[in-house]
Structures are given as C-alpha cells and as structure tokens.
C-alpha cells in the first residue's frame, strides 16, 4: 500500500537501492539478512496510518515467563506431534455451541491429527473466547520472541555488523530512512536466535510438517528449514506482487537462502496471478481456499431476499477518523426513502480500543461491530448487497462471495486501484457513489477464481 506526497518515491529508493547494491546476497547463518529487514523496512517508509495494538511491557514479560516454563515442560516431556501450527488468538472467531473455533487450523485438527498448537495473544479482546477454546493452545509463542530478543542484545550477531553499518547510512542517504545500525542489527540477531530456539522444540516434537497462518515467521520457517521439516504458509490478507515478503524472481538463492516457504497455501487462482514475477508465485503458491467463505457461501445460497438494502463495511484500524467522516457523508447522501442498514466490522487486532465510529451509532440504521463480537464479518458479508472498505483483502472476499465491494478513497486505498474492475470491485470517487451501485448488486462470482472451495480437505491433501 502506498499513500500520497513522497511515500511512493522512499518505496521507489528502496526498491531501487536493494537491487543496485544486491542487499539480499549478503547471508547470516546461510539465509539472507535482508530478508528479514525488507518487510519492517518497507513499513517504515510506507507510513500508513495504522493503528498499532499495544500491550503492557510488564504483561509481556510475565506471558514470556509462563511461557518458558511451558516451553521447558514441553521440551522435557517430548513426544512425537504430527502437526505443529502456529495462529493467533483473534483467529477464535467461529463459534460451534458454546466454544469457538480457530478459522485458520481446527478443521484440520479435528481430522485427529497430533499436533501442537502455538497461538500468539494479538488481542486481548479474545480472551473469552480462549477460554472455550475447541483446541487449546499448547504454548504462547511470546516466549520466542522475548528470549530471541534478549539474546540478540546480550550475543548480537557480529559477522553482520558491518553490512548493518553500512546499510543505515544507505537508507538515511537514499531512501531518507533513519535507523540505526543496531536497530537493524538487532532484528537480523532476534530471527537467528528465535530460529536456535524454535529447533530445540523441533527436535523434540518432530512434526512432519509445520503450518503458520501468517508471513513473516522468519525464525520458525529458518529453523525448519535446518530441520528438514516442511513449512507451509496460509495467504493471511492480501499477499501480491507488491507484498514486501513476496521476493521478485529476479533474486537470486535457493528456498533456504531466501526464507522461502516449501507452500504458500493461497486463497484462490487470482492470488497465484497476482503473484506473477514472484519467486513465491512461480515455484510455491498453491490454491486451497479459506474455511470461512466455504461457510459463507453455504448461508448466502439460503439467504432470503428483503426490500432494506444491507451494508457492511470492514474496518482495518487505518485512517480511522477521516473514514468516520466518509461514512457521515455517506450516510447524509442516501437517497430520500430508501431503507437501509449499515454495519461497521472492525478489525479483530487494529481496531482495540477504536472509538471513532461511536458517535455514528446515533442513527438507528448504524451498528458498530467489535472485532471479537459476532456476527464476524464472513457472516456479514453472507447476508449484504454491498461491502465497503479501504484496502482490506474482505474486498476479495466479497468477491468471491458475488457481493459488490465499493474501494473507499482514503489513505491506503491506492492498492487496490488495479483489482477495480467496474464489476466486482468498484472505486468510489466520492461518499454518494456507493448508492448509485446498490441496484446492481448480486453479481455472481467466479468462486474458485477468489478462493477455491474445500479449505480443510484441500490443506490436509498438502500434507498427504
């Protein structure tokens, strides 16, 4: 995602500067350092106004704690898993009865695999539905993080202090980044110390395969890599060309060299497509789908048909205030008589705490929606005639889902200009546009185009 005034030029120098200089040849450990920095940095010269979670420094510590002590049990019990899968805990948001299930892994662990579950604690809002978990956790992976971290700074990796010396008065001089070198330092150290540690809980797992449900799991995928355990990566949001994980087919290296997964678990075809000129795209990309559009494609085939017009728009904690004002104006340009019903989503992570859309709730037509609340947005989206957002992949979603997703034109949404077809997905200009689509809502999908159907059974076929 880019936004306006110098963001596209500092992502231009950066990309500009990582191939004159070839930043990726340079290998730590046998894996390239800047690797680990493209996604981070990127971030920063990118600046979108994002909202960020935040948790207590205190908490964290005392979570790392616990968690060691687990870790220890674990390592001291040992005990061959077939499966180790890494989550979030936000991912606990399909309800069965009265406990919840994790969207990304539990319809494959409810196949009777072994397994051990390492869930990260992105949202405190979620603690309930934790609690009633259908697989509980086995282990808080903060305890990489925290013992990664610390090591990095007690036994810093020396043989790339000099590539990081260099590197910060590169990205000041070119891109007009300014970091230090033991700020870059430091996360190469953290992946090589995370990836010691997830080996020693590899070693004693032994699992034949390893499935994370987002990128960036640099130390686990290094780790696995150096264990001879298959790596697999499920699509988390949008994943394209652009994504500063996705490595351009113009690098060089092998798989273990670049942190490549050994399967990038996609949604759908279109995702493979957009991945062209990747080297993810080319040799690793496969299509499997996503368990809660299989559900959701279940209810919409059932839903019945009303005069009231139904709205959802998903929130993703970015340029929240303007895109409160969007939707005032939105709401004032309605026209005369129609009935209608909008239903704020916010996100499960990026929306704690957000109060920008309160004052909204006013009119009775108008719901905001708790990230850990349900309905969750697939159950949204199942029953709407139109879907709204920025730049959020529930654009995709909805596309696949034959719902009309309207691009609102805020900070960010320039990522999605090129997936505007008119059709599916359509740019909104101004707050009245959105109206003028409504009509022409019920436009069928090309299902498997956007996600292909069969989730569970076709990530278990992976694993076979």
């Not at 030029?9 to 040849?25: G, I, N, P, Q, Y």
């Not at 108008?366 to 199942?382: H, K, S, T, W």
């Amino acid at each position: 995602m880019q936004r306006d005034g110098d963001q596209p030029s500092r992502l231009e120098a950066l990309h500009a500067l990582e191939r004159r200089k070839d930043l990726f040849a340079f290998k730590v450990d046998g894996w390239s350092a800047w690797r680990v920095l493209r996604n981070p940095l990127h971030r920063q010269a990118e600046a979108l106004p994002l909202a960020k979670p935040t948790q207590a420094q205190s908490s964290r510590v005392l979570s790392a704690l616990r968690g060691s002590l687990r870790l220890l049990g674990l390592l001291v019990a040992g005990g061959r898993r077939e499966l180790l899968v890494k989550t979030c805990r936000s991912g606990l948001r399909l309800p069965v009865g009265d406990r919840f299930r994790d969207v990304y892994f539990d319809g494959l662990l409810e196949t009777g695999r072994s397994f051990a579950k390492l869930e990260e604690i992105n949202s405190p809002d979620f603690d309930r539905q934790a609690a009633a978990s259908c697989f509980p956790a086995t282990l808080d992976p903060v305890v990489f993080t925290f013992w990664g971290m610390l090591l990095a700074r007690l036994l810093p990796v020396r043989a790339a202090q000099d590539y990081c010396d260099r590197l910060a008065v590169l990205l000041e001089q070119e891109v007009g980044l300014v970091l230090s070198a033991r700020w870059l330092l430091s996360r190469i150290s953290t992946a090589y110390w995370q990836s010691r540690l997830y080996e020693l809980l590899l070693r004693r797992l032994k699992p034949r395969a390893v499935l994370v449900s987002d990128t960036g799991e640099y130390g686990l995928s290094i780790a696995c890599k150096r264990q001879g355990v298959r790596f697999v990566e499920l699509q988390h949001g949008v994943f394209d060309a652009v994504h500063p994980d996705a490595i351009p087919t113009w690098v060089s290296g092998t798989p273990v060299e670049l942190v490549l997964p050994d399967v990038l678990a996609c949604r759908g075809d279109y995702w493979i497509e957009q991945l062209d000129g990747t080297r993810q795209g080319r040799d690793h990309a496969r299509p499997v789908g996503n368990e809660l559009i299989d559900r959701a494609r279940a209810r919409r085939k059932q839903r019945q048909s009303r005069a009231e017009l139904s709205l959802v728009l998903s929130s993703q904690g970015l340029d929240s205030e303007r895109l409160a004002q969007w939707i005032k104006a939105l709401v004032a340009a309605a026209p005369a008589g129609l009935s209608w019903q909008l239903a704020i989503k916010l996100h499960p992570v990026y929306d704690a705490g957000n109060r920008a859309f309160a004052p909204l709730c006013s009119d009775h037509r108008i719901r905001v929606i708790g990230g850990a609340e349900q309905p969750n947005i697939f159950d949204l989206m199942a029953e709407a005639d139109l879907h709204l957002s920025i730049a959020s992949a529930c654009h995709f979603d909805a596309a696949a889902l034959g719902v009309p997703s309207v691009v609102i034109p805020l900070a960010g949404h320039e990522a999605m200009l090129k997936a505007v077809d008119g059709r599916l997905i359509h740019l909104a200009r101004q707050p009245a546009d959105p109206w003028s689509l409504c009509p022409d809502a019920g436009v069928e999908a090309d299902a498997q185009r956007y996600s292909e159907p069969g989730f569970v059974f076709n990530l278990a076929r992976l694993l076979a």
